[in-house]
């Protein structure tokens, strides 16, 4: 049970706060919200052992818990000027920022400011009200922000024309893009990023990702390819084996007999200069990574997210694949956000929708695999369901069996 305790003069929100939590109770998107409202002037938020507070607008500079501005008074700051602002102040949120073309969400992450930007800002009690409900529902704050501004937006829609949604956002349409170096806008909007713009990568064959096991050497890959596996990554964690490079040899030549789709985790130099099928790249990688290199090399990039934004964010690099994780908890790595669930994981799916394909990964064994199925991915990665079984090929069938459509995907966020 967590709580959101709302300032009196914020009570008008609640038309806008109820029907999100019991959408949020509809898709079991977390733990039940208990509501209520106090003479404080921050809204404050318990979850678990983890409390917060949250203030609209402050005169005062020195409050704790997250410090929104969202009332904006032309002339507007600028974007640069935001962008730097934040990446100094973790606590302060830019919601709504006018731009010239739409409106910037700018927020704190690692020491730099991220943002996601749309033409469109939607209503802004429905922006507030998300925003609490995300962090009460212990959504991250990227994820909190970027749901917001979906909802705003969804609301606005559906009372200008009837076709947006009032209840819990879901169509990619509603979302902001998440603000990259791939955004055409970005440059005039005086955004800085790191990364280089990149072209789309190289399709992978969605059919067979159905069942993609992830292990940690050649010897794993070439065993599990003359099982019949289409789609297998080499996972080696250890920067100082020395025996890497042959092992990536192996496996590359090995996939190439195969007619496999063989991805490499991690070493993307190496899998440009010997020709891999594909590589996985983790989110921080993004910040190092030569994408340029990668794409123009031919290989497919699949890329890690762990909730919306980093969806958005992975989306804008137009990868090979996404995957989605971790769904339920795993011990195979040590995982700095909360397993995502299954609930979560079918928007997830339905957000990317028919754009990339979906990998869902972590935890995921042949008791879990059915609904996991269901909610409509492309495909399910798994370490220990195969690497600790006893039998793995008995494994590799078991999951085989259960992974086909027999019809298209049922919407799993449909399903009442
Ligand atoms: C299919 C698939 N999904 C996710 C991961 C995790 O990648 P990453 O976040 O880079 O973490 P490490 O695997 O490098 O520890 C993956 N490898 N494969
Ligand atoms: C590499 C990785 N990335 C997210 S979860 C995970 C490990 C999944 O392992 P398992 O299938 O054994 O839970
Ligand atoms: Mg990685």
């Not at 970005?186 to 992830?214: I, R, S």
């Not at 983790?282 to 290199?293: K, P, S, W």
């Not at 495909?379 to 793995?392: F, L, S, Y």
Request: aromatic content about 8%; charged content about 20%; proline content about 6%.
């Amino acid at each position: 049970m967590s709580s959101l305790c709302l300032p009196d003069s914020l009570t008008p929100l609640l038309m806008h706060v109820e029907p999100l939590l019991a959408a949020a109770d509809k898709y079991q998107l977390g733990e039940q919200v208990s509501v209520d409202w106090s003479e404080s002037e921050t809204v404050d938020i318990q979850f678990e052992e983890r409390q917060f507070s949250l203030v609209f607008n402050p005169d005062g500079a020195d409050i704790t818990g997250y410090k929104v501005l969202d009332q904006w008074i032309a002339p507007y700051p600028s974007v640069s000027e935001m962008q730097q602002l934040v990446a100094q102040k973790p606590n302060l949120i830019v919601s709504g920022l006018p731009t010239e073309k739409g409106c910037i969400d700018i927020w704190h992450h690692n020491g730099e400011a991220r943002a996601v930007y749309c033409h469109h800002a939607g209503a802004s009690e429905p922006q507030r009200a998300m925003l609490m409900v995300a962090l009460a529902l212990d959504f991250p704050l990227e994820d909190a922000v970027t749901l917001a501004r979906a909802h705003a937006r969804g609301y606005m829609e559906s009372h200008m024309d009837g076709y947006g949604e009032t209840g819990w956002p879901m169509s990619r349409e509603l979302f902001p893009r998440a603000l990259t170096a791939n955004h055409p806008e970005a440059e005039d909007l005086g955004w800085t990023c790191k990364e280089a713009a990149v072209e789309p990568f190289a399709a992978t064959d969605p059919a067979k990702l159905a069942l993609y096991p992830v292990v940690d050497s050649a010897e794993w890959v070439e065993r599990l390819l003359d099982l019949g596996v289409a789609t297998t990554q080499l996972r080696i964690k250890d920067e100082n084996d020395s025996t890497l490079e042959a092992q990536i040899k192996q496996v590359i030549a090995a996939g190439k007999a195969h007619q496999a789709q063989v991805y490499l985790n991690d070493h993307w130099q190496l899998a440009v200069e010997h020709k891999a099928y594909g590589v996985h790249l983790g989110q921080e990688d993004l910040d190092t990574a030569d994408l340029v290199a990668i794409q123009q090399a031919g290989l497919r990039l699949g890329l890690s997210t762990h909730g919306y934004y980093e969806i958005l964010r992975a989306a804008e690099f137009s990868p090979s694949y996404i995957a989605l994780g971790h769904i339920f908890p795993t011990t195979t790595k040590e995982m700095p956000s909360k397993p995502q669930g299954v609930n979560r994981l079918a928007l997830y799916h339905k957000l990317i929708g028919e754009a990339f394909p979906t990998v869902a990964i972590g935890g995921i064994d042949l008791s879990r695999a059915e609904k996991v199925w269901r909610t409509g991915v492309n495909g399910i990665a798994v370490v220990r369901a195969v690497t600790q079984a006893e039998d793995p090929k008995a494994a590799l069938d078991d999951f085989n069996q259960l992974l086909v459509r027999h019809e298209p995907a049922k919407d799993a966020t449909d399903a009442e």
